[in-house]
């Protein structure tokens, strides 16, 4: 069942019900899932650790407390279990053994940053957490760059920067994206722009909390006409109107000669 992703008024009426009911909560880290309990007055459970480093072990575990007539509960740490963890084995093993399983939805994170990114949600992709070293991370992120979907990631804020860069390098600087962080909680901010501009900001940006990256499918990586003003001028604050018009169309694929008349303009050269 889905836990609060942040603001722990996101649990449901049922999942409350639910968890004041279950015989044995399985949860990412009891310490954690103690303090939600508290939280909500949910007192005297027991509660099974179960993490991608225990999964294999904890299993036969809990079908035992299931066969024994006790009903599990299954949460992770925030938002749906099962997303980029080893809950799927345990509801195939449930199934399995011929067990009811029933999933209490809720919060959960990519599904509301999709939501808030501005970004077509008709079809999309969700990637987890792609791998930690470049080399890798890049060959991964090359294998979805015709994906005709948006691409949803999860990533730590130590890796963002390099995140960024890899994706801004193998699909191009120009492709629309967002990055959404703290979704729900005091400090939540969802950051858009091309790949480019986004991986620049965070080259420096001093980032918490949790991640979400969002990036457009291939047919909508130009950016929209509306942005090219802002971007010149951006970009002439800083550079050589003609360093900034060939910074400028690198980010956006536009003409060179509708990116120099425009620039003309705004510098009062034309």
């Known amino acids: 069942m889905a836990t609060p992703i942040g603001h722990r008024g996101d649990i449901t009426l049922r999942a409350l019900v639910t968890l004041s009911s279950a015989d044995v909560i399985a949860c990412e880290d009891t310490r954690n899932s103690g303090a939600l309990l508290a939280h909500y007055g949910i ?13 294999d072990g904890r299993r036969p575990e809990i079908l035992k407390h299931i066969a024994e007539g006790a009903s599990v509960a299954l949460i992770s740490d925030a938002g749906m279990p099962l997303i980029a963890d080893p809950g799927y084995k345990l509801v195939r093993d449930c199934r399995d053994a011929g067990y ?8 959960n994170a990519a599904i509301t940053a999709l939501a808030g990114s501005g970004l077509p949600t008709d079809h999309f992709y969700f990637a ?6 470049s080399t890798a ?45 703290e979704l729900t909680k ?58 900034a018009v060939a910074a400028v169309c690198a980010l956006t694929n536009i003409k060179k000669s509708e990116v120099y008349a425009r620039a003309l303009k705004l510098s009062g050269k034309e």
């Open 137 to 181: 991370r890049q060959k991964a992120i090359a294998a979805l760059q015709a994906a005709p979907a948006t691409l949803v990631f999860y990533e730590s804020p130590q890796r963002l920067a390099d995140t960024m860069q890899d994706l801004a390098k193998v699909l191009g600087g120009a492709r629309l994206a967002a990055v959404a962080r």
């Open 186 to 243: 005091l400090y939540e901010e969802t950051r858009r722009g091309t790949l480019q501009e986004l991986a620049d900001f965070y080259e420096d940006a001093d980032v918490k909390g949790e991640i979400v990256i969002i990036v457009a499918p291939p047919d909508a990586d130009a950016a929209p006409a509306h942005d090219l003003d802002a971007l010149l001028k951006q970009h002439m604050a800083e550079l050589s109107l003609r360093d």
């Open 128 to 133: 987890g957490f792609l791998p930690p070293k």
């Open 43 to 55: 007192k005297k459970k027991q509660l099974i650790s179960y993490h991608d480093h225990n999964a």
């Open 100 to 107: 009811d399983v029933v999933v209490i939805p809720g919060a």
